[in-house]
């Protein structure tokens, strides 16, 4: 990693109504904008390996999605769903004044990428799922019970009068990540826990919001989904490891929306790439990732944009 490029990150800020969305700016202030989304319960440190192996001529703005990292938890009240995600995604590219861009997306940040990528079209040009197929569609028959469970969790949470945050020693904190995420190097952790831990009396806390455990009660369908895909206007490339997401949702009878999801990918000729790792490639491992990540974003952003 050369030293030029550590020095070139700087923290990020952009105040949304209940405080503010943080994150962290890698490269030239005229660079390619690129927006850099993590994965559930990770944080912006999710992509401190894999961007200094991408191109120098873009400018990376990974964040901190709310609730998470060092960003500030929705109000009392309010739920975290993949559309309220999207809408903070607007909110921050309005705040940096991007009218067109492009995204990277770790799991449920590609969930989220693609998601605005379909509804705001005319504003991506090109959008890198990492270990992610771009939607997550329910089965209609389980929307209502996944909705009520989602509600329930709530409920239940705010009926407890405070809110208890277990403190942990650093070490712990480490232990307690790696089980929760057994894909996470040792390395890793510690790289995600430096926006994911606060000091408190006696120890640490984990920073985000506990509310992003609860069920998401916003669900789509997979007809829903597939109709979504098709107002992507944006390359997409989607790169997934043999033994990441989609082996998780075999297990979870969900991949069945998987192949038609893939099949619609391959029918608009974008790309789709099968590296050998886990759900957490990008992080462990950016050396099998940044190959496949930089020729796109060379030929899909990078030379469309030179000037003739």
Known sequence: MSSTMIQEVSELSVPVPWGEIRGKVWGPDHGYPVL??????????TFNTLIPLLPKDCRYVALDLAGHGLSSHRPPGVFYSFSAYVADVRRVVDGLQWTKFSIIGHSMGGNIAAMFSALFPEMVNAVVLLDAFGFLPTEPKEISKVMRQGMDE???????????????TYDKAVERLMAANPTLSERSAHILLERGL?????GFVFSRDLRVNFKNIVRITLEQSLEMQLRIQASVLVVLSDDGIDRKLTESNQRKFTSPILQGYHDRNHMVATVSGDHHIHLNNPELVAPLVSDFLQNKVISEQLPA
Request: aromatic fraction near 10%; proline fraction near 0%; hydrophobic fraction near 25%.
């Open 154 to 168: 709530m409920l239940q949470y705010e009926k407890k009068t405070e809110e208890k945050k277990r403190v942990y």
């Open 36 to 45: 850099c989304l993590h994965g559930w319960a990770d944080n912006c440190g």
């Open 198 to 202: 606060v000091q408190v009396e006696g």
